[in-house]
């Protein structure tokens, strides 16, 4: 857990994953001019807004990138680092939803992105643990099977190349199995550092700690202000994850916490690929090596955030692992946060919400890397007014009445119960002196609700547990020490600052010291 003398600065928790161990700051070379137009604010600085900045700033513009902690804090710090040639939604879900052109581009797209990441790790010559690696995605019993042809077939009919196979590196017994070939893994960190490097050295302008609060409209520029700080620029994206504020995408993406761990073996037995099983929610696994040592990367029990208990998600990844490796130890565990959006695709491109000019990209679902990529390269093509085969079917403002519909009405259904029923559930006490060192707590005391958390000293830190986004109830995540919610994904630390949108508020803080 990070302390007052150790601002957590590069992660949206108490967890840290391996690739955030080797972060540092990043210098923002070049001074920033108060009377400057800039063709474009990047606002984030993932794997997004990186490669749409230097995509950007190559092109010949003069780009700013804001960050509101530090690059690589969020997501993109928190990846599994796989790249892969299919994804979450599988090419025959697309289908079914999209037609064969819309599967078609989304296969392209992926593939694209995919082919972004290395070019780049060529081209600026990135020293980050790029390996290519054999895919394999194995059904363990009959109706897994048939969801196995399914996602045979689909990825066929796109030119994914993929094929049956009866041998799989796991421990695990199956009854079926596919090969996915030219798959490949990294350091994430590592990646993005470099690219914020290759883009400072090319005139660009980062600038960490800076919370982008809002965006006005004045004349035909956009002014980004964040405290007294005000930023002018001709065009807008937001690379965030999701958009902040209140807009559709929350009710069109829903927000989930994945759970990783980092496991020293007792043995050898690593597997040189990377492997997928089929359960819901399915587990994943590869190897990375981590300052000389090898660690098995595995990762699963993926529920919606502030949902469920991420105390039990752990132990049951690790109880799943130990059952199937022979686990010395775990060196790393950590959690991250993805959208999955109702109708299976990303939205990447003009926001209907706002105004002209004004981008954003969301939606990846477990596939950020790839979707990060080539959202990237989408939004620097739109913002440069190109034509770009990918935004039509990827717009934010695209009509699905029947895909994705289903899933819309019970995410939405969910979201109104949880901001209802929350509010009743919260214990009432006359004191906070019960609290245990490291734990937090919803209590009702003097008939006023507050988000409660009570540090390894003794110190009470009391917020506001309404949710500055959309008045949802906070959940505490014990493990991330952190206050999440469970209807659009907030997320705050235990001073109630903003650790992920879709909020740009704090918590409020609330003085009960006469309560300890």
Known sequence: MATKKEPNIFRDGAQQSPWQSALSTVNRHKAMGQDTVYDAIIIGGGITGLTAALLLQNAGGNILLAEAHTIGFGTTGGTSAHINTFADTTYKEAESAFGKEGAQLFADAINEGFGLISSNIKNYRIECDYETKTGFLYAEDEKQADQLDDIFSGAKAVGVAVNY???????????????????????????????????????????????????????????????????????????????PGINSYSLRCAPYRSYVLGVKLKTDTYPDAL????????????????????????????????????EKAFA???????????????????????????????????????????????????????????????????????????????SPSRLKPVAGFKAFVQENADVAYHFVADRFGIHETDSLKRMQPGTGKLLEIDGKKIAAYRDDQGEIFALNPVCTHAGCIVNWNGEEKSWDCPCHGARYDVHGQVLTGPATLSLAKIDFKDKQ
Request: glycine residues 10%; neutral net charge; charged residues 20%.
């Open 165 to 243: 196979t009866i041998k799989v590196p796991t421990p695990q017994s199956f009854q079926a199995a596919l090969e996915f070939e030219r798959q490949a893994q990294f350091h994430p960190t590592k990646y993005a550092l470099a690219l914020a490097k290759a883009f400072t050295d090319a005139g660009g302008i980062i600038l960490q700690h800076t919370n982008i609060e809002r965006v006005e409209k004045e004349d035909e520029n956009h002014i980004g202000i964040s405290g007294g700080l005000k930023i002018k620029a001709k065009k807008v994206i937001y690379a965030t994850h999701i958009p």
């Open 275 to 310: 492997i997928y099983d089929m359960q819901e929610p399915y587990h994943y696994f590869r190897t990375h090596e981590i300052d000389g040592e090898k660690l098995l990367i595995a990762g699963g029990n993926d529920h919606k955030t502030g949902h469920d208990s991420p």
């Open 316 to 394: 049951d990844l690790e109880k799943y692992v130990r059952k199937n490796y022979n686990v010395s130890s775990v060196k790393y565990q950590w959690s991250s946060q993805y959208y999955v959006p109702v109708d299976g695709f990303p939205y990447i491109g003009q926001m209907p919400e706002a105004s002209e000019g004004v981008y954003c990209a969301t939606g990846y679902n477990g596939n950020g890397m790839m979707l990060g990529s080539i959202a990237g390269k989408i939004l620097s093509d739109l913002v440069q007014g190109k034509a770009n085969k990918y935004e039509k079917v990827f």
